[in-house]
T-cell receptor
Framework: DAKTTQPPSMDCAEGRAANLPCNHS???????VYWYRQIHSQGPQYIIH???NNETNEMASLIITEDRKSSTLILPHATLRDTAVYYC????????????FGPGTRLSVLP | DTEVTQTPKHLVMGMTNKKSLKCEQH?????MYWYKQKAKKPPELMFV???????INESVPSRFSPECPNSSLLNLHLHALQPEDSALYLC????????????FGPGTRLLVL
């Protein structure tokens, strides 16, 4: 079973920041938080991941709370092409442990 | 380069047919994965190959037969499938299967008639 909970859907206005929350209250100390997205009928696309510290790359920022029980993915200036299902996944740093995808959040960026 | 390629893009097959899906990566990754995704559902793991050996089989029916001929290639052989096996089949790869980012291909959309 997925160890995360996400809202099933969110809307965001084009050009505004999209803030996607994820709850992982049972996360263990060795588990990373990964974010992927899947645009309709395409393969999932890696966005970002982190362990404790906040992370930023060219696509997004990941904010992890100090207790690590939740995180937020931030798309700073959402475009129509960011409309997708966003998956938050926690994965331990252990051989043989693989991604378990939950239902994700369907983000709709509106013009 | 983080490209994983999959062929064919689309496949229609009858229940008595034998077909194969192909996945290829040239990133030097040593772990490769097959996932199945039904419409409006998240991807579900089917198989994991680590260093060309099958390391995980998530109780997949024997009508799905994976093969890893070398470190760059992953095949999924299909035989006697059922209509409920119609889905998007996704391949992914990672540096190894120890806490590494997985990169996904575009998928093969399979329809079983």
């Amino acid at each position: 079973d997925a160890k995360t909970t996400q809202p099933p859907s969110m809307d965001c206005a084009e050009g505004r920041a999209a803030n996607l929350p994820c709850n992982h209250s049972t996360i263990s100390g060795n588990e990373y938080v990964y974010w992927y997205r899947q645009i309709h009928s395409q393969g999932p696309q890696y966005i970002i991941h982190g362990l404790k510290n906040n992370e930023t790359n060219e696509m997004a920022s990941l904010i992890i709370t100090e207790d690590r029980k939740s995180s937020t993915l931030i798309l700073p200036h959402a475009t129509l092409r960011d409309t997708a299902v966003y998956y938050c996944i926690v994965r331990p740093q252990i051989y043989g442990q693989n991604f378990v995808f939950g239902p994700g959040t369907r983000l709709s960026v509106l013009p | 380069d983080t490209e994983v390629t999959q062929t064919p893009k689309h496949l229609v097959m009858g229940m008595t047919n034998k077909k194969s899906l192909k996945c290829e990566q040239h990133m030097g990754h040593r772990a490769m994965y097959w996932y199945k995704q039904k419409a409006k559902k998240p991807p579900e793991l089917m198989f994991v190959y680590s260093y060309e050996k099958l390391s995980i089989n998530e109780s997949v029916p024997s009508r799905f037969s994976p093969e890893c001929p070398n470190s760059s290639l992953l095949n999924l052989h299909l035989h006697a499938l059922q209509p409920e096996d119609s889905a998007l089949y996704l391949c992914a790869s990672s540096q190894n299967d120890y806490q590494e980012t997985q990169y996904f291909g575009p998928g093969t959309r399979l329809l079983v008639l």
